[in-house]
């Protein structure tokens, strides 16, 4: 509901731990949505679903309707600040000191968005989240390692914890949902949302760099 806050997290698996030796570290954070029910995938290669070079929110396309790049570590000030004169106030974890214990942890990343504007276009508008990241060693800023991933989060009424059998319910399909999409559910009563990115090894063999893409649906 408007005035919520949602929380981002991207995570190593468990089993990829690298300790303090490899740093992950949020890059970009876009939002799109697309035009009459057109849904973003992200196929670099074009070798998925056979259309061609497909980026998700990270390119402008003419089926998108809006779309926003809500935060750049190296350019903040090419960012998309508002929507409507409702501001975004988008921040990377480690720009809020009540988040620091996230993006110290060597292996794990954040944002947090705020939803007001989410709600400035008529219902029945699907949200996408794309996420860009990087993974490379503690003491240089060189990427070394290069993911995809996705989740979807259903909206509790707590924090939200994410089990791993929702994971690939759509693998082997056509299903043109991005990488995995999953959706959030925002709904307009009610508490808090927060919600948590782990990574599961899945890649589209992006040559470029990682992303997350995942659906926010409102109600």
Same mark, same amino acid.
């Given at each position: 509901s408007?005035?919520?806050?949602?929380y981002?997290?991207? &995570?190593w698996?468990? %089993?990829?731990?690298?300790?303090?030796?490899y740093?992950?570290?949020?890059e970009?954070v876009y939002l799109c949505?697309?035009?009459?029910?057109?849904?973003p995938?992200f196929?670099?290669?074009?070798?998925?679903?056979n %259309?061609?070079?497909? $980026?998700?929110?990270i390119q402008?396309?003419?089926?998108?309707?809006h779309r926003?790049?809500?935060l750049d +570590?190296?350019?903040p000030e090419?960012t998309?600040?508002? #929507?409507?004169?409702?501001?975004f106030?988008?921040? #990377?974890?480690?720009?809020?000191s009540e988040?620091?214990?996230v993006? =110290?942890?060597?292996?794990?990343?954040g #944002?947090?968005?705020r939803?007001?504007?989410? $709600?400035?276009? %008529?219902a029945g508008?699907?949200?996408?989240?794309?996420?860009?990241?990087v993974i490379?060693?503690?003491?240089?800023?060189?990427p070394?390692v290069?993911r995809? &991933?996705?989740? +979807?989060?259903q909206?509790? +009424?707590r924090?939200l914890q994410?089990?791993?059998s929702l994971?690939?319910?759509?693998?082997g399909?056509?299903?043109?949902n991005g990488t995995?999409?999953? =959706?959030l559910l925002?709904e307009?009563?009610?508490?808090?949302v927060?919600?948590? &990115?782990s990574?599961?090894?899945?890649?589209?063999?992006?040559?470029?760099a990682a992303?997350?893409?995942?659906? &926010?649906?409102l109600?």
């Amino acid at each position: 509901s408007p005035g919520q806050i949602l929380y981002g997290r991207v &995570l190593w698996h468990p %089993e990829q731990n690298l300790h303090a030796a490899y740093k992950l570290q949020l890059e970009k954070v876009y939002l799109c949505t697309g035009r009459d029910g057109y849904v973003p995938f992200f196929d670099p290669t074009g070798t998925v679903y056979n %259309e061609g070079p497909q $980026y998700g929110c990270i390119q402008p396309n003419k089926y998108l309707k809006h779309r926003f790049l809500l935060l750049d +570590r190296n350019q903040p000030e090419v960012t998309d600040k508002y #929507f409507h004169d409702v501001p975004f106030d988008a921040h #990377f974890a480690s720009d809020l000191s009540e988040l620091h214990s996230v993006s =110290s942890m060597p292996g794990v990343d954040g #944002f947090t968005l705020r939803v007001d504007a989410l $709600y400035k276009v %008529e219902a029945g508008h699907q949200w996408y989240l794309q996420v860009i990241y990087v993974i490379g060693p503690e003491s240089t800023a060189g990427p070394r390692v290069q993911r995809s &991933l996705a989740r +979807r989060w259903q909206r509790g +009424r707590r924090d939200l914890q994410l089990d791993d059998s929702l994971v690939y319910d759509n693998e082997g399909d056509q299903v043109k949902n991005g990488t995995n999409m999953k =959706s959030l559910l925002l709904e307009r009563e009610g508490g808090g949302v927060a919600a948590s &990115l782990s990574q599961t090894g899945a890649s589209l063999g992006s040559a470029f760099a990682a992303l997350a893409l995942l659906l &926010l649906l409102l109600a």
